[in-house]
């Protein structure tokens, strides 16, 4: 197996899952902002024109988009992809950065709109949800655990030759 290439391979893989991983982020936050052509855009209220919804109404669209398993997972396993399986490429750090940005980015919003829905939904929702930002603060947790290891490494190798202290 060629090794150069088994890098390069997960370095691609691992862009790719953090991508998908923010393309669900802005898909969130697009519903929860109410802008034109989002998810939560207009909703048509009785006998009148279309209106804007009411921010709780657009929160409960954007919760499952920016606390979602999937928002948590594919940033994991792309930072443990890079990160922990043999000799990691040098997009390590900057994969691992993104990561940590798309999740805290999406916790925040998630956070906003579960605030924002309290109240306005059944009894057992707002618990649900509150487990969803639990698993999303572990994934959280695990990818700036990883980010803070990257930063204690030293950058570059030692010279050959140089004396240990």
Request: no cysteine; hydrophobic share 60%.
């Amino acid at each position: 197996m060629n090794s150069e290439e088994f890098r390069r391979a997960r370095e691609y893989a691992a862009w790719i899952l953090v991508a998908a991983a923010a393309v669900q982020v802005f898909l969130g936050a697009w519903a929860l902002s109410g802008l034109p052509g989002g998810p939560a855009a207009v909703f048509q209220s009785g006998f009148g024109q279309a209106t804007w919804p009411p921010f709780w109404m657009r929160a409960q669209v954007a919760f499952p988009e920016l606390v979602a398993f999937t928002v948590t997972a594919l940033p994991v396993v792309a930072v443990l992809l890079v990160a922990l399986v043999g000799r990691p490429p040098a997009a390590t750090r900057l994969i691992t950065q993104t990561a940590v940005i798309i999740q805290a980015v999406a916790l925040a919003l998630g956070l906003v709109a579960w605030v924002a829905a309290l109240g306005k939904t059944g009894r057992w929702l707002p618990v649900s949800w509150a487990v969803d930002i639990a698993v999303a603060v572990a994934g959280l947790i695990v990818t700036n655990a990883v980010l803070r290891s990257l930063r204690a490494e030293p950058q570059t190798r030692p010279r050959v030759g140089a004396r240990k202290r």
